[in-house]
């Protein structure tokens, strides 16, 4: 019996000793510095995500978000569908950390993006606040011609719009899947391609 406390003492100091070891719970590089209005692109590992890829002809990314400053916080904005954060939660316009917004679970594979004029970014990140501010809905009709609900493309571009630049110049995207058509939608690859956006980093 002796024996027992000294057997606990040694299980507790291998398992908090053992936190080294457990895999990360999210992609993001330690040390990755995201300013506000940057452009978050992650590759997912569901459904919606390889239907994404799928329609957007073999695309890296599949899910896009805007990084904004919440009281000093770097924070990410995006329209998502299908994480609830609580049971009920309807699918809306989310903020949260970039290391949640790149999470193991969401993400496979990320990139961050940035425009060189650092003002019209922040413009852009202040839009997307108030965008969620107001508890925009996700828009499953992928409609860019109807803000009061929007999809993850429509809020990155929409924001930079709002603060005045234009990021993306080439042509919307048509595309149908089983009972459903999508016309003149954007892309997470349109911001890929996008001239007036530099590569920070990919992962």
């Not at 606990?8 to 040390?31: H, N, Q, V, W, Y």
């Not at 002809?57 to 899910?63: A, I, K």
């Not at 011609?145 to 924001?159: A, F």
């Not at 993306?168 to 999508?182: C, D, E, M, Q, Y």
Request: aromatic share 8%; proline share 5%.
């Amino acid at each position: 019996m002796k024996t027992l406390p000294i057997v606990l003492a040694s299980f507790m100091l291998l398992a908090a000793c053992g936190g080294g070891s457990r895999k990360p719970s999210t992609i993001l590089p330690e040390g990755t510095v995201v300013q506000p209005g940057d452009i978050l692109l992650r590759r997912g590992n569901g459904m919606v995500s390889r239907v994404v890829i799928m329609a957007d002809n073999g695309g890296t990314y599949s899910h896009v978000g805007i990084a904004v400053d919440s009281a000093g916080h770097t924070m990410v904005v995006h329209a998502v569908p299908g994480e609830p954060d609580f049971k009920g939660d309807v699918d809306r316009v989310k903020m949260e950390t970039p290391e949640k917004f790149y999470r193991y679970i969401n993400a496979c594979a990320g990139c961050v993006m940035r425009t060189a004029d650092c003002k019209t970014a922040k413009r852009a990140a202040d839009v997307a606040m108030a965008i969620y501010r107001r508890g925009t809905l996700f828009d499953h009709d992928y409609d860019d011609s109807d803000s009061s609900k929007m999809y993850c493309c429509e809020l990155v571009e929409h924001s930079f719009m709002k603060a005045g630049l234009r990021l993306i110049n080439v042509p919307r995207h048509n595309f149908s899947l089983p009972g459903k058509t999508f016309n003149n939608i954007r892309l997470p690859s349109d911001f890929v391609t996008s001239k007036a956006l530099r590569q920070v980093t990919s992962f």
